[in-house]
């Protein structure tokens, strides 16, 4: 519970830190420890909620409440739809949005927060299950509860032990692991993830290769007869600095720029006088067009090229992916 003594030690930016990382290791302890089986059960009642089409509410008033509304977009970017509900507003009709089946997520760090302690009685009847999130285990909040979750700090990190901050600290870091153990036991995986962000720098590392990838007429390619005069024109026509070699729509392999200069040193004035199939590399790095961005990527850095040949499982041709299109992608 929030202790309203003096500060030990003056204030500092430091201080401050030290103060809100220690009752988030405190936090660990307790999870560890005497409230694993409370938050395992947290757990067990978000996802049976989930199963049977229930919906998570989260609500709180002032900060706690601003603490809620993180939690319910961390909940529902991981694949557990969840929505804020304001108290005050719930006591003016907005608690209509409440039916059977339903399950409550409340934080409050007194537990004694009048709003909340207000809506007890419709969220018993009408709703499936209530967890809250306290720093006070013998609140009334925590005595109606059917999991109370401890949030405990010894002191706020705020100077006069007065503003809601190490308490809000461990509130969210609670509410990460709980919405992170759900997604966990759900099998929730990157795929699942992709869908959900589709925008932005996050979006692009989890698109597929097929969203990037280069096709159709854009694909450059020769047949393995082709003179290297026809390969550097389609090289050039394509500006992929590189060709595949097909035959009936297989990749045989490719040629890239770097090929191209290996050529002309070994066999000078003779180089032009060979064929694609005779200069080509018979293996070069292929992916699936299903495969994410970012493990494109990571497989471009890996093996230091510029370029995939993306082809199905009988090595048709369906594209090629350039390091240019992954510019300005970060590893997840």
Not at 33 to 40: C, D, K, T, V
Not at 43 to 53: E, P, Q, S
Not at 305 to 316: C, G, Q, S, W
Request: include cysteine; hydrophobic fraction near 45%; proline fraction near 4%.
């Amino acid at each position: 519970m929030r202790m309203n003594s003096a500060p030990s030690e003056p204030f500092t930016p430091a201080s401050l830190v030290r103060i809100e990382a220690a009752a988030l290791a405190a936090l660990a302890t307790r999870l560890d420890g005497p409230m694993q089986l409370a938050f395992l059960r947290a757990v067990d009642l978000v996802v049976a909620c989930g199963a049977a089409r229930g919906r998570i509410l989260l609500t709180g008033m002032g900060k706690s409440g601003i603490i809620a509304q993180k939690i319910a977009a961390t909940l529902t970017s991981t694949g557990t739809p969840a929505h804020f509900l304001h108290p005050a507003e719930a006591v003016h009709g907005d608690l209509g949005a409440l039916i059977p089946g339903d399950l409550v997520i409340a934080l409050s760090a007194s537990g004694e927060t009048e709003e909340i302690l207000r809506l007890l009685p419709a969220l018993k009847r009408k709703g499936d299950a209530l967890i809250s999130f306290t720093c006070n285990p013998q609140s009334t909040l925590a005595a109606t509860s059917d999991v109370a979750l401890d949030c405990s700090v010894k002191r706020e990190a705020c100077g006069l032990n007065l503003a809601p901050t190490a308490s809000t600290t461990t509130m969210l870091a609670l509410g990460d692991a709980l919405a992170i153990a759900v997604s966990v036991r759900k099998g929730f995986r990157a795929e699942d993830f992709a869908e959900l962000h589709p925008g932005g720098k996050l979006g692009r590392q989890l698109a597929r290769v097929r969203d990037l990838m280069h096709s159709g007429d854009a694909v450059p390619v020769v047949s393995p007869d082709a003179a290297m005069i026809d390969v550097i024109y389609e090289m050039s026509r394509k500006k992929l600095g590189m060709t595949t070699v097909q035959q009936d729509g297989r990749l045989l392999g490719v040629l890239s720029d770097g090929d191209l200069r290996r050529l002309l040193e070994q066999f000078r004035g003779s180089a032009l006088e060979h064929t694609a199939r005779e200069a080509m590399n018979a293996h070069p790095v292929t992916l699936a067009a299903d495969e994410l961005a970012a493990r494109a990527l990571a497989t471009l850095e890996e093996r230091r090229i510029t370029f995939l040949v993306i082809t199905d499982a009988e090595r048709r041709v369906e594209g090629i992916l350039h390091l240019h299109d992954l510019w300005g992608l970060e590893m997840i």
